[in-house]
């Protein structure tokens, strides 16, 4: 019979962020096909991030300046350079480890000399950018949503860019508050705190930008404009949490609690998450030249929403009493259960409207009626051709002109 044990053992028990030494002494091949599998992938991003940089570089219509680039371009554009200078530190990190586990190397492993925390900062200094490469483009994707529905030009166009860009920025220098509580001393804490909270000011600027594009529009309640509005403050909410977990010294008590994981969920999923939603939503009829049913969307948009609040919220408060992440079963009666009980609801209202979103997709695609060109009345270059886009986009060239 094949053998295939050699294959099968062992899961890659050394938790996400597979921290040394436990990644190093994990048996079996789990942590060795986490590793190779990362490579892949990571590969795989690099070449996609290196194709839209030069993409965005070379290849913009006649007229197409960086700075009448839509947001989403520029959103894309920046993501694409956080991959090309983080991935490789994740690049690096993985070598280290597979030659720590399969030929006998040491850099992380003390007892030998080696010193594990690298891999802590090899990890992070991909880990915190990468934040950012997820949610800059569904940044991008609302400062096209919600001037197209509040039928306004976006308000502060050239500071929006300047925030992207230094977003990215700072992201680089902000890795190690993963970090505050590995020891690295008051001084080094003290700067990445600092460094972390001053990421909350272009962040800042974004918001009030997108509030004021709001301000005293005619404002449609389409569907993805409502994922919009709803990303606004749940996103905020969890940069707000950001600056406190950002406290090198509050950290110690918020680290690795259920804290973390609703400060984690705030920003992915109130940001990416919601951010990946409305750009389907609003991009359908352009991908695939059909329409999306709006009340179904909007029945997913409330279960959703309110169903992510129920599970995430009270994650907070769970957090400051003192439950920490990563365990998978607690005992009764530790005044934890009914508000696990009411996050577990919660996660069975998303997963509904998810499975709604599903359905839209299926019937949707089933009747497959035709829409316009330009269902939304957005008006912006890419809405001017038919939707799906021929296979030569543009008949002519366009000139752009403002
Ligand atoms: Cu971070």
Redesign the pocket.
Known sequence: MLNVSWFVTGAPDAGWTAYAPLSIFSEGHGVDFYAIGLQISGFGTLMGGINFIVTVVNMRAPGMTYMRMPLFTWTAFIASVLILFAFPALTVGLFLMTFDRLFGANFFDPAMGGNAIIWEHLF?IF??PE?YILILPAFGVFSEVIPTFAKKRLFGYSSMVFATVLIAFLGFM??A??MFTVGLGPIANSIFAVA?MAIAVPTGIKIFNWLFTLWGGSIRLTSPMVFALGFIPTFTIGGMTGVMLASAAADFQYHDSYFVVAHFHYVIVGGVVLGLFAGIIYWWPKMFGTMLNEKLNHWFFWLFFIGFHLTFFIQHFLGLMGMPRRYWIFLEDQGLDLFNFISTIGAFFMAAGTILFLINVVITQAKGVKVSGDPWDARTLEWAIPSPPPFYNFQQEPLVRG
């Open positions: 992070w880990g915190h934040v902000v890795w508050h993963h972390t």
